[in-house]
């Protein structure tokens, strides 16, 4: 397969590897209207919280989304994992985040604890996924996180979500935007190997692409065979999904500031990306693989703490009426 494309439209750049799920989806709303609300405010009303406790929310085609909360404060900050991987993928982030914000890390259908009860695997079912949990929170402000696919699901998240969306971080995606969709014959020669035998051509393609030389042997090894095990039933078509992706479609849609923290195991060509999404920016972490969140925490999660604050920033400078209250005991500037 041609492993520049993978790597740009699958994986490495778009594919996002995290985890899959399943079930029949009806249309899927665009924005978020249908939540219940608070009176004035127009967000879901609060619930009780215990920092890491599974709580689930139920999407309009009734699959049941797991998710877990940790901290307070605004924005939320919501966690999206990639194909064939699940929440957990974000484990070395949640407490640089948390000390500061609300975290969110969600279980995409068919990944984790939620359920697998869809047929149609596209990307923007996976956004309504993510919509439907944020709905749930009482937090004004949002920013989406997305790992590799969980970036292409953060942009279908984001129209449907509406205003409370400040800004998207992509992490090792979105590489691909800008150079023309994966031809249908492709996307079936991609496929093939995964049709045929999906647990020996997931480890495969995770061991030899998504990594760089002389990578931690036990993470590989560990995400190799995590990600193995996602049913193929529902892997296969999510990939097709993902591969088929048509930003050309989805961007002139997103009309807030996206940023990319990507490793350098293949290139991202920024120029070409910001004439489909001005503004883009992208921080680019040497010697790091598709993993990076996992491989280098102690040099990803600074970068991620420092794109957040902008995203802040520059809603609190474009829309001074969005700005978070101040929390209790807290300086404002």
Same mark, same amino acid.
């Given at each position: 397969?041609t492993?520049?494309?993978?790597?740009?439209?699958?994986?490495?750049?778009?594919?996002?590897?995290?985890?899959?799920?399943?079930?029949?989806?009806p $249309?899927?709303?665009?924005?978020?209207?249908?939540?219940p609300?608070?009176?004035g405010?127009g967000l879901?009303?609060?619930?009780?919280?215990?920092?890491?406790?599974p709580?689930?929310?139920? &999407?309009p085609?009734? =699959?049941?989304?797991?998710?877990?909360?940790?901290?307070?404060?605004?924005?939320?900050?919501?966690?999206?994992?990639?194909?064939?991987? %699940?929440?957990?993928?974000?484990?070395?982030?949640?407490?640089?985040?948390?000390a500061?914000?609300?975290?969110?890390?969600?279980?995409?259908?068919?990944h984790g604890?939620?359920?697998r009860?869809? &047929? %149609?695997w596209?990307?923007?079912?996976?956004?309504?996924d993510?919509? &439907?949990?944020?709905?749930q929170l009482?937090?004004?402000?949002?920013?989406?996180?997305?790992?590799?696919m969980?970036?292409? =699901?953060?942009?279908?998240?984001?129209?449907?979500?509406?205003?409370? =969306?400040?800004?998207?971080?992509?992490?090792?995606? #979105?590489?691909?935007?800008?150079?023309?969709?994966?031809? $249908?014959?492709?996307?079936?020669?991609?496929?093939?190997p995964?049709r045929?035998?999906?647990?020996e051509?997931?480890?495969?393609?995770v061991?030899?692409?998504?990594?760089e030389?002389?990578a931690?042997?036990?993470?590989?090894q560990k995400?190799?065979?995590?990600?193995?095990?996602?049913?193929?039933?529902?892997?296969?078509?999510?990939?097709?999904?993902?591969?088929?992706?048509?930003?050309?479609?989805?961007?002139?849609?997103?009309?807030i500031?996206?940023?990319?923290?990507?490793?350098? #195991?293949g290139?991202?060509?920024?120029?070409?990306?910001?004439?489909?999404?001005?503004?883009f920016?992208?921080?680019?972490?040497?010697?790091?693989?598709h993993?990076?969140?996992?491989?280098?925490?102690?040099?990803?999660?600074?970068?991620?703490?420092k794109?957040?604050?902008?995203?802040?920033?520059?809603? &609190?400078?474009?829309r001074?009426?969005?700005? $978070?209250?101040?929390?209790?005991?807290?300086?404002?500037?």
């Amino acid at each position: 397969m041609t492993v520049s494309r993978i790597v740009l439209a699958a994986c490495i750049t778009a594919l996002g590897i995290t985890a899959c799920g399943k079930g029949t989806t009806p $249309p899927s709303p665009t924005a978020d209207s249908a939540a219940p609300t608070q009176p004035g405010l127009g967000l879901a009303a609060p619930t009780p919280q215990v920092d890491g406790l599974p709580q689930l929310a139920m &999407t309009p085609d009734n =699959v049941h989304i797991d998710y877990r909360v940790w901290g307070k404060g605004e924005p939320a900050v919501v966690l999206v994992h990639g194909w064939a991987c %699940d929440s957990d993928y974000w484990h070395a982030q949640i407490d640089a985040l948390k000390a500061k914000y609300t975290v969110v890390a969600v279980n995409l259908a068919g990944h984790g604890g939620s359920e697998r009860n869809r &047929t %149609d695997w596209s990307m923007g079912n996976y956004g309504e996924d993510v919509a &439907t949990v944020v709905r749930q929170l009482h937090n004004h402000q949002v920013v989406l996180v997305g790992h590799s696919m969980g970036a292409d =699901v953060a942009l279908e998240a984001s129209r449907r979500i509406g205003d409370r =969306v400040i800004g998207i971080i992509a992490v090792d995606s #979105l590489k691909s935007i800008g150079l023309p969709p994966m031809p $249908p014959r492709e996307i079936e020669r991609v496929l093939a190997p995964f049709r045929a035998n999906f647990i020996e051509a997931t480890r495969n393609y995770v061991t030899n692409k998504l990594f760089e030389k002389g990578a931690n042997p036990v993470l590989v090894q560990k995400v190799a065979y995590d990600m193995s095990l996602e049913p193929a039933d529902v892997g296969v078509p999510s990939l097709q999904s993902l591969l088929a992706m048509d930003f050309t479609k989805l961007l002139p849609e997103i009309h807030i500031p996206v940023l990319a923290i990507n490793s350098d #195991l293949g290139a991202t060509d920024a120029a070409r990306i910001r004439k489909s999404l001005p503004g883009f920016e992208v921080d680019v972490l040497e010697h790091t693989g598709h993993f990076l969140m996992m491989e280098v925490p102690q040099r990803f999660n600074p970068l991620l703490l420092k794109d957040i604050d902008a995203l802040v920033q520059r809603s &609190t400078a474009t829309r001074p009426d969005q700005a $978070p209250p101040a929390r209790s005991g807290s300086a404002t500037s």
